[in-house]
C-alpha cells in the first residue's frame, strides 16, 4: 500500500491509458475548473508527448502505478481508457495493488457488462470501488463532451460525480451523465445504446439506398434531403453526418466518395452483444438483429458474388411520383426508428430486471440528448413518455409515439411493399413492420407452434378457456386424441 499523500498527490482524478480516447479525456477533464489530472501509459513516450503537446493542462505525469498513485489526492479516482479485456483486467490488477479501500477505479472502456459484474465483484473484496462507465461519442466526444453512463455504487458516485458532470456533454442545461445502477448497468445502457445505433444507421443507409434507385438522385441530392430531414423530428446526429457524407468528393477520382467505399461494414461487437443479451432475456429486437446481420451480409462478398446471378424481379421499377416516395420513405424511417428505441427500452426494462438495477428510463433518455452516437431531438418526447408513466409497458404505445406511428403506418407500408417488390433490400423496415404488427395482433399462429412441441415433444400448452397446463395425447387417428390438464 502507498504511503499517506505527500505535497505532491495534488490531482483528483487520473487517466490510465492514452491512446486516443484516453488522451482526449484527459484533455477534457484538464479543462475543467476544479480538475488536476495525473497520467500514466504503459509505454511512458506515449505519456511524454501528451504531457509536452498539451502543457497548457498541468498533467501529473507518473512513470510507474506507485507514482501514478501517489499524485492522488484521496479517494483516489483512476480511470481506465485501455482495449477492452486482458488488458483491462491488467491494468485493475496493478492499480489494485496501489489503492486502498475507499478508492474508485472506473473502466471507461467498452466492456461487456457481465465481465464489469465479474470485475465489480472481486474488486470490491478489496475494499475499492469499481465502476463500469460507458461513455458515447467516440473522440470528439471525449473532448469535447461525451454522454456517460457510470454504474457502481452510490459510495463511489458521490466522489464521481462533480467529476463526470463537469467534462459530460450539456443537452438544455443538463449534463448528460447519470448514476445508472450497481456493478453492470452503466455498460449494459451502453450497450443497448450501442444496439441501437446499429439499427438506426442501417435504417438511414436503407433509406438512402431506396431514394437514390427509386428517384436516380445523386448522393448530393440527397444528401439535400437528408439536410432537409434533419429540420423535422428526424433531427440527430446521425442524420447529419448522413448528409455531409453524401456530399463528400473523393479526391482521387472526383465520383461521390460513397460510391467509392467499399460497400462491406465492420463491427466492433456490441451490436451482437445486445442481440445475444436480448435472446437471454426473451425480448425481441428484431430492428437491432437485421442491422447486425446486415453488416455480417456485407462483409460476405464470396457469397454475394456466387449469388449475384440469382432470379429477381421480372419488371423494373420506376417512382411515378418522386416527391411522393420521398415523403413515404421519411416517414418509414422514422416509424422504424420508434420501433428500433422501443425494442432497446424493453431490453433495458428487462436488463433492470433480471440484475435488479433501479434503472431510470427517462433519465437514460436525457443523457442521449447530447454527446453520444443516437443523440437525437425526439429523445425528449421519449424522456416526456417515461415520466408522465414510469410504469410505461411499451414505448410505441405512449401517446405521442402512437400518434406519430398512426400518422406514418399508411406510407411505412407502402415503401416495405415496393421495396419487396424491387428486389430491395430493407430488412430493418420490414422486420420492424412485422414487429408492430406483431405486437397489435389479437392472435398469433404460436398457438400453432405451441400444438407442434406438444406433439414431438410433450411440451404442454395452455387454453384460452380454462386455467391449467395440458398435454395432448397425440395420434393418427383424431377419434383417439386425449387432454390431460391439470391445474398448477
Same mark, same amino acid.
Given at each position: 500500500?502507498?504511503?499517506?499523500?505527500?505535497?505532491?498527490?495534488?490531482?483528483?482524478? !487520473?487517466?490510465?491509458?492514452?491512446?486516443?480516447?484516453?488522451?482526449?479525456?484527459?484533455?477534457?477533464?484538464?479543462?475543467?475548473?476544479?480538475?488536476?489530472?495525473?497520467?500514466?501509459?504503459?509505454?511512458?513516450?506515449?505519456?511524454?508527448?501528451?504531457?509536452?503537446?498539451?502543457?497548457?493542462?498541468?498533467?501529473?505525469?507518473?512513470?510507474?502505478?506507485?507514482?501514478?498513485?501517489?499524485?492522488?489526492?484521496?479517494?483516489?479516482? $483512476?480511470?481506465?481508457?485501455?482495449? /477492452? !479485456?486482458?488488458?483491462?483486467?491488467?491494468?485493475?490488477?496493478?492499480?489494485?495493488?496501489?489503492?486502498?479501500?475507499?478508492?474508485?477505479?472506473?473502466?471507461?472502456? +467498452?466492456?461487456?457488462?457481465?465481465?464489469?459484474?465479474?470485475?465489480?465483484?472481486?474488486?470490491?473484496?478489496?475494499?475499492?470501488?469499481?465502476?463500469?462507465?460507458?461513455? #458515447?461519442?467516440?473522440?470528439?466526444?471525449?473532448?469535447?463532451?461525451?454522454?456517460?453512463?457510470?454504474?457502481?455504487?452510490?459510495?463511489?458516485?458521490?466522489?464521481?460525480?462533480?467529476?463526470?458532470?463537469?467534462?459530460? /456533454?450539456?443537452?438544455?442545461?443538463?449534463?448528460?451523465?447519470?448514476?445508472?445502477?450497481?456493478? !453492470?448497468?452503466? @455498460?449494459?445502457?451502453?450497450?443497448?445504446?450501442?444496439?441501437?445505433?446499429?439499427?438506426?444507421?442501417?435504417?438511414?443507409?436503407?433509406?438512402?439506398?431506396?431514394?437514390?434507385?427509386?428517384?436516380?438522385?445523386?448522393?448530393?441530392?440527397?444528401?439535400?434531403?437528408?439536410?432537409?430531414?434533419?429540420?423535422?423530428?428526424?433531427?440527430?446526429?446521425?442524420?447529419?453526418?448522413?448528409?455531409?457524407?453524401?456530399?463528400?468528393?473523393?479526391?482521387?477520382?472526383?465520383?461521390?466518395?460513397?460510391?467509392?467505399?467499399?460497400?462491406?461494414?465492420?463491427?466492433?461487437?456490441?451490436?451482437?452483444?445486445?442481440?445475444?443479451? $436480448?435472446?437471454?432475456?426473451?425480448?425481441?429486437?428484431?430492428?437491432?438483429?437485421?442491422?447486425?446481420?446486415?453488416?455480417?451480409?456485407?462483409?460476405?462478398?464470396?457469397?454475394?458474388?456466387? $449469388?449475384?446471378?440469382?432470379?429477381?424481379? #421480372?419488371?423494373?421499377?420506376?417512382?411515378?411520383?418522386?416527391?411522393?416516395?420521398?415523403?413515404?420513405?421519411?416517414?418509414?424511417?422514422?416509424?422504424?426508428?420508434?420501433?428500433?428505441?422501443?425494442?432497446?427500452?424493453?431490453?433495458?426494462?428487462? !436488463?433492470?430486471?433480471?440484475?435488479?438495477?433501479?434503472?431510470?428510463?427517462?433519465?437514460?433518455?436525457?443523457?442521449?440528448?447530447?454527446?453520444?452516437?443516437?443523440?437525437?431531438?425526439?429523445? +425528449?418526447?421519449?424522456?416526456?413518455?417515461?415520466?408522465?408513466?414510469?410504469?410505461?409497458?411499451?414505448?410505441?404505445?405512449?401517446?405521442?409515439?402512437?400518434?406519430?406511428?398512426?400518422?406514418?403506418?399508411? #406510407?411505412?407500408?407502402?415503401?416495405?411493399?415496393?421495396?419487396?417488390?424491387?428486389?430491395?433490400?430493407?430488412?430493418?423496415?420490414?422486420?420492424?413492420?412485422?414487429?408492430?404488427?406483431?405486437?397489435?395482433?389479437?392472435?398469433?399462429?404460436?398457438?400453432?407452434?405451441?400444438?407442434?412441441?406438444?406433439?414431438?415433444?410433450? @411440451?404442454?400448452?395452455?387454453?384460452?378457456?380454462?386455467?391449467?397446463?395440458?398435454?395432448?395425447?397425440?395420434?393418427?387417428?383424431?377419434?383417439?386424441?386425449?387432454?390431460?390438464?391439470?391445474?398448477?
Amino acid at each position: 500500500m502507498p504511503d499517506q499523500p505527500t505535497k505532491e498527490a495534488a490531482a483528483n482524478i !487520473g487517466v490510465v491509458g492514452l491512446a486516443v480516447m484516453g488522451s482526449n479525456l484527459a484533455r477534457n477533464l484538464a479543462s475543467r475548473e476544479g480538475n488536476t489530472v495525473a497520467v500514466y501509459n504503459r509505454s511512458y513516450e506515449r505519456t511524454d508527448l501528451l504531457v509536452s503537446e498539451h502543457p497548457e493542462a498541468g498533467f501529473i505525469p507518473a512513470q510507474s502505478y506507485e507514482e501514478f498513485a501517489a499524485a492522488l489526492s484521496k479517494p483516489r479516482t $483512476a480511470i481506465i481508457m485501455v482495449q /477492452a !479485456g486482458r488488458g483491462t483486467d491488467a491494468v485493475i490488477d496493478e492499480l489494485s495493488k496501489v489503492f486502498e479501500p475507499g478508492d474508485i477505479i472506473v473502466d471507461g472502456g +467498452n466492456a461487456l457488462f457481465t465481465d464489469t459484474i465479474r470485475r465489480e465483484k472481486a474488486v470490491r473484496e478489496t475494499g475499492i470501488n469499481f465502476v463500469g462507465a460507458g461513455i #458515447s461519442g467516440g473522440e470528439e466526444g471525449a473532448l469535447n463532451g461525451p454522454s456517460i453512463m457510470p454504474g457502481g455504487s452510490a459510495e463511489a458516485w458521490q466522489t464521481l460525480g462533480p467529476i463526470l458532470r463537469s467534462i459530460a /456533454a450539456i443537452a438544455e442545461g443538463e449534463p448528460c451523465v447519470t448514476h445508472v445502477g450497481t456493478d !453492470g448497468a452503466g @455498460h449494459f445502457v451502453k450497450m443497448i445504446h450501442n444496439g441501437i445505433e446499429y439499427a438506426d444507421m442501417l435504417l438511414i443507409a436503407v433509406a438512402y439506398d431506396l431514394i437514390g434507385r427509386g428517384t436516380g438522385k445523386s448522393p448530393a441530392e440527397i444528401a439535400d434531403i437528408f439536410t432537409a430531414w434533419n429540420k423535422t423530428e428526424l433531427e440527430s446526429y446521425l442524420i447529419e453526418i448522413t448528409a455531409e457524407v453524401l456530399k463528400q468528393v473523393d479526391a482521387k477520382t472526383g465520383k461521390p466518395l460513397v460510391d467509392v467505399i467499399l460497400d462491406q461494414a465492420g463491427a466492433k461487437g456490441t451490436g451482437a452483444w445486445t442481440v445475444q443479451t $436480448a435472446l437471454d432475456l426473451g425480448i425481441p429486437v428484431s430492428g437491432i438483429a437485421e442491422a447486425v446481420f446486415a453488416r455480417s451480409l456485407s462483409s460476405k462478398p464470396k457469397q454475394r458474388e456466387a $449469388a449475384a446471378d440469382l432470379p429477381g424481379p #421480372s419488371e423494373s421499377w420506376t417512382v411515378d411520383d418522386p416527391d411522393t416516395f420521398i415523403e413515404d420513405v421519411r416517414l418509414a424511417l422514422y416509424a422504424s426508428k420508434i420501433i428500433a428505441y422501443s425494442q432497446g427500452f424493453d431490453e433495458i426494462v428487462a !436488463g433492470a430486471e433480471e440484475y435488479s438495477w433501479d434503472i431510470k428510463k427517462g433519465e437514460i433518455a436525457k443523457i442521449w440528448r447530447a454527446g453520444c452516437i443516437i443523440r437525437a431531438q425526439f429523445l +425528449n418526447r421519449i424522456s416526456d413518455a417515461y415520466s408522465d408513466d414510469p410504469g410505461l409497458v411499451a414505448l410505441l404505445t405512449a401517446p405521442y409515439f402512437r400518434d406519430a406511428i398512426a400518422g406514418a403506418q399508411e #406510407s411505412w407500408r407502402r415503401v416495405v411493399g415496393t421495396a419487396a417488390a424491387a428486389g430491395i433490400p430493407s430488412p430493418a423496415f420490414s422486420s420492424s413492420l412485422s414487429y408492430y404488427d406483431g405486437l397489435r395482433a389479437d392472435r398469433l399462429p404460436a398457438a400453432l407452434i405451441q400444438g407442434q412441441r406438444d406433439f414431438f415433444g410433450a @411440451h404442454t400448452y395452455k387454453r384460452v378457456d380454462q386455467d391449467g397446463i395440458f398435454h395432448t395425447l397425440w395420434s393418427g387417428d383424431r377419434s383417439e386424441i386425449e387432454t390431460a390438464g391439470s391445474s398448477h
